[in-house]
């Protein structure tokens, strides 16, 4: 299909639009972790630093929990997107490949589960992890972070198995493989992009939750990275340079993972939406 040049000019200066908009906040976020005290409250705004200044960095890096907070969270998010695949991998072949009664019921409570509020869940979840005596534990919110990722986490895979010819497994089994087998020599394999979905989307989620972390960690040696930077916010005052350093410092990993996978995200989430 040819497009005149009058409508290139429209998508070129929406998607312009639309990028700027995007990246307008990260910019602002990355400009105002180098500007000093003064230039932060500066109105009208200041857009550009006139010397570029790293005392922020000093303060999060060297006067704070922060890289504690960092290491907190790359353990627990690590470990809760694990499980979740993990446990997703054999739920949804499941779902995906065999007949029992109440699959359907069972796919619907599995949906059902990713539709309930938090505010439904946090207290039952509380007081469960009280009584197991993994509230301000590592393993307590990898359990919590596995709960409120599984559910969708199963629902893109299923779908993605579902989308992979039947027959291939079958020629496989009837060459003497196993079911096991099968599963981790062929259908894994085909499902490269539903896996990096999961991944970054469990990975994404566990990264930037706040609600669980602050009721579930209240001690500095299992809080996260969200929790931590609440902490530059005072009674009285917040500190705008040290909340900017510690908020970049916490979006790099996440934008390191999307963009080393964006390909194979997309094209999972898209696989997983439209195949069945």
């Keep these: 299909m040819r497009t005149s040049p009058l409508a290139w000019t429209i998508i070129a200066l929406g998607a312009a639009l639309l990028l700027a908009v995007c990246v307008f906040p990260f910019a602002w976020m990355a400009l105002s972790s180098v500007k000093t005290l003064s230039e ?27 890289p504690r907070y960092f ?108 079911r096991l087998g099968v599963l981790f020599r062929i259908t894994l394999p085909l499902s490269a992009p539903g896996i990096v979905a999961i991944v970054v989307y469990a990975f994404v989620t566990t990264w930037n939750e706040f609600i669980f972390a602050l009721v579930l960690a209240q001690d500095y040696r299992v809080k996260t990275l969200p929790i931590g930077i609440a902490e530059f916010t005072t009674e009285f005052n917040t500190d705008w340079g040290a909340v900017m350093a510690a908020s970049l410092i916490m979006t790099l990993p996440i934008a390191i993972l999307f963009f080393a996978m964006q390909r194979m995200f997309v094209g999972g989430l898209t696989a997983g939406a439209v195949k069945g």
């Design 71 to 178: 290491l907190n969270s790359a353990v627990i998010s690590i470990g809760a997107t694990v499980l979740a695949l993990g446990l997703a991998i054999f739920a949804s072949y499941g779902l995906a490949r065999f007949q029992f009664k109440g699959k359907g019921a069972y796919q619907a409570a599995i949906l059902l589960g990713q539709l309930l509020p938090t505010a439904a869940i946090i207290v039952p979840l509380f007081v469960t992890l009280r009584v197991l005596g993994l509230v301000n534990t590592y393993l307590g919110l990898i359990l919590v972070y596995m709960i409120i990722t599984l559910p969708l986490s199963v629902w893109m895979l299923t779908s993605y198995f579902k989308a992979i010819p039947v027959e291939l497994e079958e020629a496989a089994i009837i060459d003497g493989c196993s």
């Design 40 to 66: 932060l409250y500066t109105v009208p705004p200041v857009w550009l630093p006139e010397v570029l200044s790293f005392e922020n960095y000093r303060k999060v890096l060297f006067e704070s929990n922060i």
